[in-house]
């Protein structure tokens, strides 16, 4: 191993050192030009290295498109909102209706799919689901930005947990600086990411599963699919009516923390005068997300309305497809329309909002 | 700021122009900017941590010239010394151990819940166990003779000199002051020495550490990996298997990754920093495996904890109570919690029964006992890092007892995020290993030429480039 230098270098002819300082760089570039060599050969003849089969390809959020990028495994949908990105925020100023909820929400509640029956009492909504979970993010951003929407439609899957998830954590501890760089740093690396990818062939994209990319719609929240998220399986599964012994000492274990959180988050609404229907959408599990809500909602006695549907399609995982969102919204939209407090707020001109 | 993270990259080319302006380096004004860069560096994430380290520069630095003054007064300059020393563990013991000290408390008095939160609730300012080590020794070298500088902008920059500030290695005052003010030219040698190191620590970092930390722990905190399977009550062995493989590999390659890149990033401003890893899983004892992993801290803390308490020169009772009571510290310093203290204790007793036992008199005779012990010390390092990573005893049982159950059922790797990147990369730990082993042997082939090393690191770049993780925080920014 080299020493550090003592003494100033002189001049003169190279020294030996530094001629084998020279050939050592010399090889060291010679070998990294015939590795991306190799591999750019390769990328012709076999398209297992093809870019635009990477996440790469997806790009970064184009905001004159009207979209921010939802979730890639970060938190960045929630620093569009710590960053008071304006379009996010305005949209979900203006929303009557905010969908709240986990990612199972993001993919469940399409506003493509709610927005038509929105329209028929005049009400205009916004997809505020985050991926992740609710935690304390929903609450934070209604009252940080001041959200006075007349509803909130809320999937109670371990909603009320308010429990501590990274967006939770950061909605909570970070500052308007953490967030800025937070957002810009994650924005720029996929930049960067995007342009090294054109030169060096990302093969760890081809191990295991496929990286997700969503962006998320500035006007109304909904998901974008830019890549990744097509093996679609199918979610028969409904809940039986009795939870069996294990589900239920989850449940009760889980209750008092979720009666706390719900008390905390219903308060709000209150003040807020906001009127809250709550729901419980497939999750293609043990519905432990459902048994929790009825039980939470026994004491509550807040409105719920009961959307499982038989024979939907998963998009991955527990995520519904666009075709099983829209089968949900048309069994779960007129539901919630048909509520008499529903009806009372489609007369409420939008200038009685405080 | 991290070190794997664009920012840095940016800070990176900043320093390097920085260098590259003032070649003849050693002036003032370069090591004054150096200073600034590296408070810039300390308070990316958090401006105000950059006041404590101040506060901890600023009392070593008049406790030294105290200490000086009242050379002649032995009483005046322990009062000192303790001072200063007080001053540095309250400042770490409040910052990193009030939770715990709250949390254990709690159990047995009931405190106001308001205050229990609040006092659980303290952030670790990162590297805070680093620099105050660091700052610590100074003063007590000091006491012991040494001479202090009179340079506040000497001793600020030996502190908070970027490369080394939030994960060591740890630093003695002696060994650095005094490059301070070299006349330092640019040497494309030591630049490719730099470099190499920098190429192999972000290869490290990037490709092996943080594939397994994802494949273990999950991308993010939403979501789960290997470790949160293999502790589940009834978990298959595989995975619990898989967990106790895995991390070693991720904690070693994640530290020594920061090593090399902190050394890498010294060579090109034209300063030595320590070694602080050599290869610990060829470690044929565990006394061995204390000089091969972070070296810097088991040297700090036989100078500064072991020989104060009398070392090995009072009895060989107190010698074993003496080295008990340091691994335990040591454990402790790793983090607030009973799992790290554990860790700790379980190296310990290797080493009391080392020592107590005479193995190395057993292990130098016979070559059949050599390896015997050797595996035995590896799986005993194995089962420690068990408790390292648990954050609860149960977790680290539960572990224990399904990887004890044996039973290892079919697995599909694909069903797991990242776990088959992870299965590929962490090859890398058993060659780089081999090839200490080979280089320690005196083997020949493993003695890289010029030529060599210039074809290893421009493959380790392409690898880094193409197949790196997600980049996570390194793991020893939390201590």
């Given at each position: 191993m080299?020493?550090?230098?003592?003494?100033?270098?002189?001049?003169?002819?190279?020294?030996?050192?530094?001629?084998?300082?020279?050939l050592?760089?010399?090889?060291?570039?010679c070998?990294?030009?015939?590795?991306?060599?190799a591999?750019?050969?390769?990328?012709?003849?076999?398209?297992?290295?093809?870019?635009?089969?990477?996440?790469?390809?997806?790009?970064?959020?184009?905001?004159?498109?009207?979209?921010?990028?939802g979730?890639?495994?970060?938190?960045?949908?929630?620093?569009?909102?710590?960053?008071d990105w304006?379009h996010?925020?305005?949209?979900?100023?203006?929303?009557?209706?905010?969908?709240?909820?986990?990612?199972?929400?993001?993919?469940?509640?399409?506003?493509?799919?709610?927005?038509?029956?929105?329209?028929?009492?005049?009400?205009?909504?916004?997809?505020?689901?985050?991926?992740?979970g609710?935690?304390?993010?929903?609450?934070?951003?209604i009252?940080?930005?001041?959200l006075?929407?007349?509803?909130?439609?809320?999937?109670?899957?371990?909603?009320?947990?308010?429990?501590?998830?990274a967006w939770?954590?950061?909605?909570?501890?970070?500052?308007?600086?953490?967030?800025?760089?937070?957002?810009?740093?994650?924005?720029?690396?996929?930049?960067?990411?995007?342009?090294?990818?054109?030169?060096?062939?990302p093969?760890?994209?081809?191990?295991?599963?496929?990286?997700l990319?969503?962006?998320?719609?500035?006007?109304?929240?909904?998901?974008?699919?830019?890549?990744g998220?097509?093996?679609?399986?199918p979610?028969?599964?409904?809940?039986?009516?009795?939870?069996?012994?294990?589900?239920?000492?989850?449940?009760?274990?889980?209750?008092?923390?979720?009666?706390?959180?719900?008390?905390?988050?219903?308060?709000?609404?209150?003040?807020?005068?906001?009127l809250?229907?709550?729901?419980?959408?497939?999750?293609?599990?043990?519905?432990?997300?459902?048994?929790?809500?009825?039980?939470?909602?026994?004491?509550?006695?807040?409105?719920?309305?009961?959307?499982?549907?038989?024979?939907?399609m998963?998009?991955?995982?527990?995520?519904?497809?666009?075709?099983?969102?829209?089968?949900?919204?048309?069994?779960?939209?007129?539901?919630?329309?048909?509520?008499?407090?529903?009806?009372?707020?489609?007369?409420?001109?939008?200038?009685?909002r405080? | 700021?991290?070190?794997?993270?664009?920012?840095?990259?940016?800070f990176?080319?900043?320093?390097?122009?920085?260098?590259?302006?003032y070649?003849?380096?050693?002036?003032?004004?370069?090591?004054?900017?150096?200073?600034?860069?590296?408070?810039?560096?300390?308070?990316?994430?958090e401006?105000?941590?950059?006041?404590?380290?101040?506060?901890?520069?600023?009392?070593?630095?008049?406790?030294?010239?105290?200490?000086?003054?009242?050379?002649?007064?032995?009483?005046?300059?322990?009062?000192i010394v303790?001072?200063?020393?007080?001053?540095?563990l309250?400042?770490?013991g409040?910052?990193?151990?009030?939770?715990?000290?709250?949390?254990?408390?709690?159990?047995v008095?009931?405190?106001?819940?308001?205050?229990?939160?609040?006092?659980?609730?303290?952030?670790?300012?990162?590297?805070?166990?680093?620099?105050t080590?660091?700052s610590?020794?100074?003063?007590?070298?000091?006491?012991?003779?040494?001479?202090?500088?009179?340079?506040?902008?000497?001793?600020?920059?030996?502190?908070?000199?970027?490369?080394?500030?939030?994960?060591?290695?740890?630093?003695?005052?002696?060994?650095?002051?005094?490059?301070?003010?070299?006349?330092?030219?640019i040497?494309?040698?030591?630049?490719?020495?730099?470099?190499?190191?920098?190429?192999?620590?972000?290869?490290?970092?990037?490709?092996v550490?943080?594939?397994?930390?994802?494949?273990?722990?999950?991308?993010?905190?939403?979501?789960?990996?290997?470790?949160?399977?293999?502790?589940?009550?009834?978990?298959?062995?595989?995975?619990?298997?898989?967990?106790?493989?895995?991390?070693?590999?991720?904690?070693?390659?994640?530290?020594?990754?920061?090593?090399?890149?902190?050394?890498?990033?010294?060579?090109?401003?034209?300063?030595r920093?320590?070694?602080?890893?050599?290869?610990?899983?060829?470690?044929?004892?565990?006394?061995?495996?204390?000089?091969?992993?972070?070296?810097t801290?088991?040297?700090?803390?036989?100078?500064?904890?072991?020989?104060?308490?009398?070392?090995?020169?009072?009895?060989?009772?107190?010698?074993?109570?003496?080295?008990?009571?340091?691994?335990?510290?040591?454990?402790?310093?790793?983090?607030?919690?009973?799992t790290?203290?554990?860790?700790?204790?379980?190296?310990?007793?290797?080493?009391?029964?080392e020592?107590?036992?005479?193995?190395?008199?057993?292990?130098?005779?016979?070559?059949?006992?050599?390896?015997?012990?050797?595996?035995?010390?590896q799986?005993?390092?194995?089962?420690?890092?068990?408790?390292f990573?648990?954050?609860?005893?149960?977790?680290?049982?539960?572990?224990i007892?399904?990887?004890?159950?044996?039973?290892?059922?079919?697995?599909?790797i694909?069903?797991?995020?990242?776990l088959?990147?992870?299965?590929?990369?962490?090859?890398?730990?058993?060659?780089?290993?081999?090839?200490?082993?080979?280089?320690?042997?005196?083997?020949?082939?493993?003695?890289?030429?010029?030529?060599?090393q210039?074809?290893?690191?421009?493959?380790?770049?392409?690898?880094?480039?193409?197949?790196?993780?997600?980049?996570?925080?390194?793991?020893?920014?939390?201590?």
């Amino acid at each position: 191993m080299s020493a550090a230098p003592s003494s100033p270098s002189v001049g003169g002819p190279l020294s030996k050192r530094t001629r084998g300082a020279i050939l050592h760089l010399s090889i060291f570039a010679c070998s990294v030009m015939l590795v991306l060599a190799a591999a750019r050969w390769y990328d012709r003849s076999d398209r297992l290295l093809r870019l635009e089969r990477t996440e790469y390809q997806a790009g970064i959020p184009d905001i004159s498109a009207g979209t921010y990028l939802g979730s890639r495994g970060t938190s960045l949908a929630y620093n569009a909102f710590a960053y008071d990105w304006d379009h996010v925020v305005d949209a979900a100023r203006k929303a009557d209706v905010l969908f709240l909820g986990n990612s199972r929400a993001v993919y469940g509640f399409r506003p493509q799919y709610f927005q038509p029956w929105l329209d028929k009492i005049g009400l205009r909504g916004f997809n505020m689901a985050f991926f992740g979970g609710g935690g304390f993010a929903p609450l934070y951003v209604i009252r940080k930005f001041d959200l006075h929407p007349k509803m909130v439609v809320i999937n109670d899957d371990g909603f009320f947990l308010l429990r501590d998830t990274a967006w939770g954590k950061a909605a909570r501890t970070e500052g308007p600086w953490r967030a800025f760089k937070d957002y810009y740093s994650k924005t720029a690396r996929w930049l960067v990411q995007k342009r090294l990818h054109q030169i060096v062939p990302p093969l760890r994209a081809f191990t295991g599963r496929r990286s997700l990319v969503v962006y998320r719609s500035i006007r109304d929240g909904a998901p974008i699919f830019a890549f990744g998220e097509s093996e679609g399986k199918p979610m028969t599964r409904l809940p039986p009516d009795e939870p069996s012994r294990a589900m239920r000492e989850l449940v009760d274990q889980s209750l008092p923390i979720v009666r706390a959180g719900s008390k905390k988050f219903l308060e709000e609404m209150d003040r807020r005068g906001i009127l809250v229907v709550l729901t419980a959408i497939q999750d293609n599990g043990e519905f432990a997300g459902y048994y929790l809500a009825k039980a939470l909602n026994e004491e509550n006695r807040r409105i719920y309305v009961h959307a499982m549907l038989p024979n939907l399609m998963g998009q991955a995982g527990s995520h519904m497809d666009a075709w099983s969102s829209k089968r949900l919204m048309d069994d779960l939209m007129p539901k919630i329309l048909a509520l008499p407090q529903v009806q009372a707020l489609a007369r409420k001109p939008a200038g009685t909002r405080p | 700021m991290n070190f794997a993270s664009l920012e840095f990259g940016v800070f990176f080319l900043v320093v390097l122009v920085i260098r590259l302006f003032y070649r003849q380096s050693g002036s003032r004004v370069f090591v004054s900017i150096l200073v600034l860069l590296s408070l810039v560096f300390y308070g990316w994430e958090e401006p105000s941590y950059v006041f404590l380290i101040l506060l901890s520069t600023v009392i070593d630095f008049f406790a030294a010239l105290a200490i000086e003054k009242y050379r002649s007064s032995p009483r005046t300059r322990r009062a000192i010394v303790t001072i200063s020393c007080v001053a540095n563990l309250g400042l770490l013991g409040f910052f990193k151990y009030t939770g715990f000290f709250v949390q254990n408390l709690s159990t047995v008095l009931p405190l106001e819940p308001g205050i229990a939160t609040a006092l659980r609730g303290i952030v670790l300012p990162i590297g805070i166990s680093f620099y105050t080590f660091q700052s610590m020794s100074y003063t007590i070298d000091v006491y012991r003779g040494e001479k202090p500088t009179r340079s506040f902008l000497d001793f600020i920059f030996y502190i908070s000199f970027f490369p080394q500030l939030v994960a060591g290695p740890i630093v003695r005052a002696h060994n650095f002051l005094y490059q301070i003010h070299r006349v330092r030219s640019i040497r494309l040698v030591v630049w490719l020495e730099g470099f190499r190191l920098m190429i192999l620590g972000f290869f490290l970092k990037l490709v092996v550490a943080d594939n397994i930390g994802y494949a273990l722990s999950g991308i993010n905190l939403q979501s789960v990996g290997i470790w949160d399977y293999a502790v589940q009550p009834d978990g298959p062995s595989t995975l619990a298997w898989y967990a106790i493989i895995l991390f070693p590999a991720q904690i070693f390659c994640d530290f020594a990754g920061y090593t090399n890149i902190a050394r890498g990033l010294a060579y090109l401003l034209g300063f030595r920093l320590p070694i602080n890893f050599n290869a610990p899983y060829l470690a044929g004892s565990f006394s061995e495996f204390w000089h091969r992993w972070h070296i810097t801290l088991s040297t700090w803390l036989r100078d500064y904890l072991y020989i104060p308490l009398g070392g090995n020169r009072i009895s060989k009772g107190r010698t074993l109570v003496n080295v008990m009571a340091v691994m335990l510290l040591g454990g402790l310093w790793h983090g607030a919690g009973w799992t790290f203290i554990v860790w700790g204790a379980i190296h310990g007793t290797g080493l009391v029964v080392e020592r107590a036992a005479g193995i190395a008199r057993v292990t130098e005779r016979w070559l059949a006992a050599r390896l015997g012990w050797f595996l035995v010390v590896q799986a005993v390092v194995l089962f420690a890092w068990i408790f390292f990573r648990s954050s609860r005893f149960a977790e680290a049982g539960v572990l224990i007892t399904n990887a004890a159950r044996l039973d290892f059922p079919h697995i599909e790797i694909a069903d797991y995020p990242n776990l088959q990147a992870a299965l590929i990369v962490i090859w890398a730990v058993p060659l780089l290993h081999l090839r200490a082993l080979l280089r320690e042997a005196g083997g020949r082939p493993f003695r890289e030429t010029r030529i060599e090393q210039a074809i290893v690191s421009g493959f380790l770049l392409i690898a880094t480039l193409s197949f790196y993780g997600e980049g996570g925080e390194f793991i020893y920014f939390q201590f």
